[in-house]
Nanobody, 124 residues
Framework: QVQLVESGGGLVQAGGSLRLSCAAS????????MGWFRQAPGKEREFVST????????RYADSVKGRFTISRDNAKNTVYLQMNSLNLEDTAVYYC?????????????????WGQGTQVTVSS
C-alpha cells in the first residue's frame, strides 16, 4: 500500500512559478515510476509528467515541455514538479500517482495509487 500526499499548490500570477511536492509512504516508492496528472474544470484528467524509478528518465506532455521539470528524491520518498512560466491553461487540480512498474508511464491505468490532489490557480 502506498499513500501519497501532495502539497505546494496555490494561487499564482501568470508567468510565475510553483513547486509541487508529493510525499509517499511505503517501502516501494524507490522502485516505481511516479507521475503527475491534472484536471481542469470541465475537462478530463490528463497526463503532465512522469519519472522512472531511478530518476534517469522523464517524459512530459507537449503543453508543459520546457516549462515544467519533474524530479524525485528516493531518500525522502518525495517527487517534485517544478512549474515555471505558468499560464491560465495550467489552472487545474494536480494529482500525484505511483506506478505499477518502474518504467515511465503516460496512461492512468499504469498507475496504482493516487493522491488527493492539490489546486493550482493561475491568475491574469
Amino acid at each position: 500500500q502506498v499513500q501519497l500526499v501532495e502539497s505546494g499548490g496555490g494561487l499564482v500570477q501568470a508567468g510565475g512559478s510553483l513547486r509541487l511536492s508529493c510525499a509517499a509512504s511505503g517501502r516501494t516508492f524507490s522502485s516505481v515510476t511516479m507521475g503527475w496528472f491534472r484536471q481542469a474544470p470541465g475537462k478530463e484528467r490528463e497526463f503532465v509528467s512522469t519519472i522512472n524509478w531511478s530518476g534517469g528518465f522523464t517524459r512530459y506532455a507537449d503543453s508543459v515541455k520546457g516549462r515544467f521539470t519533474i524530479s524525485r528524491d528516493n531518500a525522502k520518498n518525495t517527487v517534485y514538479l517544478q512549474m515555471n512560466s505558468l499560464n491560465l491553461e495550467d489552472t487545474a487540480v494536480y494529482y500525484c500517482a505511483a506506478g505499477r512498474t518502474g518504467q515511465t508511464a503516460r496512461e492512468e491505468w499504469e498507475y496504482a495509487y493516487w493522491g488527493q490532489g492539490t489546486q493550482v490557480t493561475v491568475s491574469s
